[in-house]
């Protein structure tokens, strides 16, 4: 009992005795601790190096890689924006051919079947021969006369072949300067919208469907 209590204090004063030498500056009970984040970190500065190596190698640098491809971005041409050819008439009439058509070309005295749509000139729909829900058609016939078809409509007729199409903006001058003029909707309702807008310039879509005569 007596050997196992001195083992026991011989022990206990030899690891007491160990932990004062190294209080008291025993060099061999210093732990070596790293001065830089180099040392601490070995790893990551050989990833460093590596990276830095390649990029010599390849002779860019991550200033140039991040402006190459600003520079190296191919010039776009610059192009003309398309503008759409019109022809305008004496009478201040604009017109613009979007489908030719074939056969003969209606002439002043002419009687024509025709298909058109009326727009106001901001794009507002006021009458059409063509129902813009079912699709179905109701041509009318004119005569390219001054005395039943307003005189702007006429002047975009005459030249036309069968199937061609205009597009044309007529000034209030050459257009409904008569509630009498052609053409005119027969429903009450499209009529009154038609001639609350005759003293302003109108859009007619016309296609020419026949030349009658």
């Given at each position: ?95 613009q ?21 009326c ?7 006021v ?67 038609l ?19």
């Amino acid at each position: 009992m007596a050997a196992s209590q001195f083992q026991t204090n011989f022990r206990s004063r030899c690891f007491f005795a160990s932990q004062r030498q190294c209080f008291e500056g025993s060099e061999h009970c210093k732990i070596a601790v790293p001065k830089s984040s180099d040392e601490r970190m070995p790893s990551l500065n050989v990833k460093k190096l590596l990276r830095r190596s390649v990029l010599q190698f390849v002779g860019l640098s991550p200033i140039f890689i991040s402006i190459r491809p600003v520079l190296s971005a191919p010039m776009q041409e610059m192009r003309e924006p398309d503008v759409i050819r019109t022809l305008k008439l004496d009478s201040g009439v604009r017109l613009q051919d979007v489908v030719e058509g074939e056969g003969p070309e209606a002439r002043e005295g002419d009687i024509v079947e025709i298909n058109y749509v009326c727009r106001r000139s901001n794009g507002y729909f006021v009458h059409s021969t063509v129902d813009q829900f079912s699709g179905e058609s109701a041509p009318v016939i004119l005569p390219l006369d001054d005395k039943q078809i307003i005189e702007g409509l006429k002047e975009v007729l005459i030249g036309m072949k069968p199937g061609g199409k205009r597009t044309a903006l007529i000034p209030p001058s050459v257009g409904y300067i008569s509630e009498n003029l052609k053409p005119v909707p027969g429903e009450f309702g499209p009529r009154r919208s038609l001639m609350s807008h005759m003293k302003e310039p109108l859009i007619f879509e016309v296609q020419l469907l026949k030349v009658l005569s």
